[in-house]
């Protein structure tokens, strides 16, 4: 049976697969997720927090929990959706504003504009832009410089 999941602040509603990933759900609903390590819990761009039925997800894995004890705006209630899999109807996720900024080059055209929301780094969920300020050359730097340290350590490193 279909496994109802809600998206916050949205109040999208979708049915998943028993067994499936809230990776495969926010993709289904086309929430642009960078997926920097491939699914592997290794990066946190998929970042999420479960506003309820965190008894409806499998537990953190190692991994997950290892992750995300590096990320700046980790809470209790947050998960890497490509670790968290549903096992029944109930779960309500937040995906945290500003979170899912798509690839570098989309930033890079909004350089000297000034961001209407949080921009927040997508591996670390650093704070980078706050919400009515400039968007900078430099900022755009730092998360291509990020990118190619997690592209080297990602090759350089096996699954747990
Ligand atoms: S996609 Fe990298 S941690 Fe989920």
Known sequence: MACRVRFEPLGIQDDLAPDSTLLSG???????VLKE???????????????GGMDCLSPRTKREEKTLSVVANARPNSRLA??????????????????????????????GRRTEMDLLHPISGEL???AGKLITRSIVNQLRDTRVKVSEYLAHTQDV
């Open 128 to 130: 980078l832009v706050e």
């Open 82 to 111: 490509c670790q968290a899999k549903i096992l029944r109807s109930g779960v309500t996720i937040e995906v945290p504003a500003g979170m899912y900024v798509d690839v570098v080059e989309d930033i890079e055209a909004l350089i």
């Open 37 to 51: 390590c491939g699914g592997r819990g290794m990066c946190a761009t998929c970042h999420i927090y479960i506003q």
């Open 26 to 32: 926010l993709l289904a609903n086309d929430f642009k």
